[in-house]
């Protein structure tokens, strides 16, 4: 079976470029026509992806004689790195595709650098509040606010390869003590249990917390993290003692850090290398037929009461952010309410779902499901009756402790840090970002 959507955020480096869109024969009202900045990291890495630049594109050249947009684009985290050294220098775009938890905007938040939705919609006669799923605000949710406008909505899922059952002759383990209790069978065979690495904390944060969330109250610890400013509860000792157990039993890759971030813990699976993984439905959908595989629940966590049949992951952590100042300059404001309308348009959702497997955040979308793969659609179906989690991600309340919580999971995943050092770390980094 064909596939035609690719994993979205496994394009590894930085790729840089400004790309300015002028109208024709416009030179001589150029001074007087408004530029903005447009900080992105989508870039054609696929074909699909190549269907959304070109889109992208397309709009840009046909505002040309109203506004310029200059596209900075930036791939993966270093998008972060990006937009920390803009807004030290006084230099932040006018509209950023970011990440709008405070665990990654809560920098700019604090520094009052970015305008609420709420007075976006006050300018806008085609966005409201209503306008986008209500489920999707809690994820961006920050002292009550919401800065992030939601477009970057994901749904993944876990995958098993089954051709490494049938050759082994195993049962398909449901829990992780099952999975230990075959795991020497399945390294002496050259496979790895579970494709999961750490990077700068990615995937593995995901993963850490789909093992969280299976103890009772871990939700509402999550949800208290901004007021309690505390992370050493019993339950997330339960957890890391979980992956270290995980570790020591040989069922992660020999070296999670250089088999982290986006590209290279997955290809360990789409290789064929790995028993279990877990991806977004844009990269499950390009997973190809090399070896047989499905759909599968999260492995449960054997002392817990969780049902896995009925949790699901899903993201809508990031959209787009606007500069304050931009937002408050009258000769910009009008091109600013305009590209956004266009970027969360029914228009351009229904593109980006289509070919990267990106989820409509509108209440209303349009598109033909005909062209949606139909591995992404059952990967939607699948997750649409079930109870979303929650991550650190979404709710640690600073971005200087979220990036000493990702670099710190590296070494605990690696094995380099204790469950008492990775908790010292991340609890010293919480009181002393407090202030």
Not at 135 to 153: A, E, F, H, M, R
Not at 288 to 308: R, Y
């Amino acid at each position: 079976m064909s596939k035609k959507v690719n994993m979205k955020k496994c394009v590894g480096g930085v790729v840089l470029s400004l790309v300015m869109t002028t109208a024709m024969g416009m030179s001589a009202m150029a001074d007087e026509i408004p530029t903005i900045r447009f900080a992105h990291q989508d870039t054609a890495s696929s074909e699909g992806m190549q269907v959304i630049v070109d889109t992208l594109d397309d709009y840009i050249a046909s505002v040309a004689d109203k506004y310029i947009v200059e596209q900075e684009v930036v791939a993966g985290d270093d998008l972060k790195t990006k937009i920390a050294t803009d807004m030290a220098s006084d230099n932040l775009p006018d509209i950023m595709w970011y990440w709008g938890a405070a665990s990654d905007a809560g920098n700019m938040i604090d520094a009052d650098l970015l305008i609420t939705v709420d007075e976006f919609f006050e300018a806008s006669e085609k966005l409201s509040r209503d306008s986008f799923k209500e489920s999707l605000w809690d994820q961006i949710t920050v002292n009550g606010k919401n800065y992030c406008l939601p477009v970057d909505n994901l749904e993944s899922n876990w995958v098993v390869n089954t051709s490494i059952l049938d050759e082994l002759g195993i049962e398909m383990p449901t829990t992780y003590n099952e999975l230990i209790a075959v795991s020497d069978q399945i390294n002496e065979a050259g496979y790895i249990p579970i494709a999961m690495g750490c990077k700068g904390g990615n995937p593995g944060h995901w993963w850490v917390d789909s093992i969280y969330a299976q103890y009772e109250g871990s939700r509402d610890e999550l949800l208290d993290i901004s007021e309690s400013w505390n992370i050493d509860t019993e339950n997330f000792r339960k957890t890391l003692q979980v992956v270290s157990d995980l570790r020591e039993a040989n069922c992660l890759p020999q070296d999670t850090i250089a088999n982290g971030d986006w590209g290279p813990y997955w290809a360990l699976f789409t290789e064929g290398k790995a028993l279990f993984s877990w991806s977004w439905a844009g990269g499950i959908a390009g997973i190809g037929d090399n070896f047989d595989w499905e759909l599968c629940d999260m492995l449960k966590v054997d002392e817990t009461d969780a049902d896995v049949s009925n949790m699901s992951e899903p993201y809508c952590g990031a959209g787009l952010l606007i500069n304050k100042k931009s937002f408050n300059d009258e000769a910009k404001r009008a091109a600013i309410v305009d590209f956004v309308e266009w970027y969360c348009s029914s228009e351009f959702q229904a593109v980006t779902f289509i070919n990267d497997g990106v989820v409509p955040t509108l209440v209303d979308c349009d598109y033909d499901e005909s062209q949606v793969d139909p591995i992404v659609q059952e990967v939607v179906s699948r997750n649409s009756t079930r109870e979303g989690l929650i991550t650190h991600m979404a709710t640690i309340p600073n971005a200087s402790v979220w990036a000493d919580y990702q670099n710190g999971l590296d070494e605990f995943i690696a094995g380099t840090m204790t469950i008492d050092e990775y908790i010292e770390y991340v609890q010293d980094s919480l009181e002393s970002n407090r202030e």
